[in-house]
């Protein structure tokens, strides 16, 4: 990795031993059962300081440099069940980061710490039946009354949904259409009204547990709002360019690990008195796709370090979660091709990844917005 200090490539070697010894062991087991245990997980991580990488120390985290955040999400893209990787990237880079910038110093206290310690799982609640990548068309509504949020409404494919303890929920809290009159208030999931309506089941990412809430005249403070009322949709956005980093993050490990995986395979399997390996153009595939994410590993490093220097990465993040959402689905394709009939077996780690890598093209913002976001930011379309 260019330019990583030797304190991070150390941190590299804490969490690839961690997420051996403390999560692939039970990868089946969690894929079986769909869901896997959040708060037992994440205490364990937030001991070793991974929940909060660059978060204030005042509030317990550990205010490093984004090449960490980088470094543990290339490593969590390693482990065997990617619905985990996204559950914990959930709660450091998705239900958190507005929270951290711009929530009241009480909030953070009673929220932010307790998330970074892995003591409270958070999540996070944008989507809706009918308003998807489209954050100015959501409809859930909350209105003051008696010093109180009053929330109506319904979200679906909420990651540690079932599990949360507080979430991140956008409302619309004023008529005003688009993107305007829209908020972030902090939901804590004993409040009363809020409840999950059900669990869904999903194509791949099994051992994450998803869920669809409803809130019902769901109560809050009305301190809980985070930031300022009506500044939602832009707090928003800059919590999507964390984890849109992410989610590039975790494929370029992912994709790193499989290809290494798949190249280890031919290499022992024997065709026509040769290893699988001996043909060229098998070779040569692997070789291209290493290449590319070779490049694409620099290129989120240069990311994480942009986003250290505190500038602003939509750019960035924009083609990081494009293009690597579309190199993990050319790796998983590649990969299970080359197992044969092996790789489209359930009990090979192929059939697994082809299932989990598709949701990275989708959640966080699809391709197609990527794309459109994409000609914005370089005047291509008005």
């Known amino acids: ?37 959040a708060r037992e997980l994440f205490s364990k991580m937030g001991s070793l300081g991974f929940l909060g990488l660059t978060y204030d120390p005042v509030y317990g985290g550990g205010g490093a440099d984004y090449g960490y955040v980088c470094i543990l999400n290339e490593e969590l893209g390693r482990m065997l069940p990617l619905g985990v990787a996204m559950a914990i990237g959930v709660q450091t880079d998705m239900a958190t980061p507005s929270l951290h910038r711009f929530g009241s ?33 959501i409809r859930t509504k909350a209105h003051l009354e008696g010093g109180e949020w009053v929330l109506n409404g319904a979200k679906t494919f909420i990651t540690n949904g079932t599990q ?13 259409g688009g ?41 809050v403070p009305a301190a809980n709002l985070i930031g300022s009322e009506g500044n939602g949709f832009k707090q928003q956005m800059q919590q999507f360019q964390d984890e849109r980093m992410v989610a590039s993050h975790q494929m370029a490990g992912a994709c790193h690990y ?39 590993r620099v290129y989120n490093w240069e990311a994480a370090m942009a986003q250290s220097r505190g500038e602003d990465i939509t750019r960035y993040a924009t083609i990081a979660k494009l293009k690597s959402g579309r190199l993990a689905r050319r790796v998983a394709d590649v990969c299970l091709q080359y197992h044969g009939g092996l790789g489209y077996m359930e009990e090979n780690w192929t059939a697994r990844f082809f299932r989990d890598t598709r949701l990275w093209s989708i959640g966080g913002g699809a391709d197609e917005i990527m794309l459109r976001t994409l000609a914005r930011v370089d005047g291509f379309w008005a």
């Open 164 to 176: 949360a303890d507080w979430v991140c929920v956008v409302a619309r809290t004023s008529d005003e």
């Open 258 to 296: 499989a290809l290494e995986r798949t190249g280890a395979y031919l290499r022992e399997r024997m065709a026509f008195g040769k290893p699988l390996m001996a043909n060229q153009h098998l070779a040569y595939e692997l070789a291209e796709l290493s290449a590319e994410v070779d490049m694409l």
């Open 179 to 219: 993107s305007r009159g829209v908020s972030q208030i902090l939901v804590p999931t004993d409040a009363p009204g809020f409840i999950v309506s059900r669990k869904l089941d999903k194509l791949g990412m099994r051992s994450s547990d998803t869920a669809e809430l409803v809130f019902e005249n769901c109560r």
């Open 1 to 37: 990795m260019p330019q990583a200090s030797e304190d991070h490539e150390l941190f590299r070697s804490t969490v690839r031993e961690f997420v051996e010894r403390e999560i692939n062991p039970f990868a089946e087991e969690w894929e079986e059962t769909g869901v896997f245990p």
């Open 105 to 137: 110093h009480e909030l953070k206290e009673q929220y932010l710490r307790p998330a970074i310690t892995g003591e409270a799982v958070a999540a996070v609640a944008i989507t809706e039946p009918d308003a998807g990548s489209d954050v100015a068309g």
